[in-house]
């Protein structure tokens, strides 16, 4: 199922990222190296991550 995630919903209300990939595991890869290179966050934590993960919606279409 594809999945997607905005940075807005995070709160990065400034961000106007959105993510779009086939499964959890590669949006996860690209979220984290977004914030890597984008928003300075050079060590994701779990919890970060975990929390991302949980606001990641599967896309209907
Ligand atoms: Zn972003």
Redesign the pocket.
């Known amino acids: 199922m594809p999945v997607e995630f905005r940075?807005s919903d995070i709160g990065?209300d400034t961000?106007?990222?959105h993510f779009v990939a086939a499964t959890l595991d590669e949006l996860m890869g690209q979220v984290a190296e977004?914030?890597r290179t984008?928003?300075r966050v050079k060590t994701p934590t779990q919890t970060l991550m975990t929390y991302i993960a949980k606001k990641v919606n599967v896309t209907s279409s």
């Open positions: 940075c990065a961000c106007k990222k977004h914030l984008v928003h």
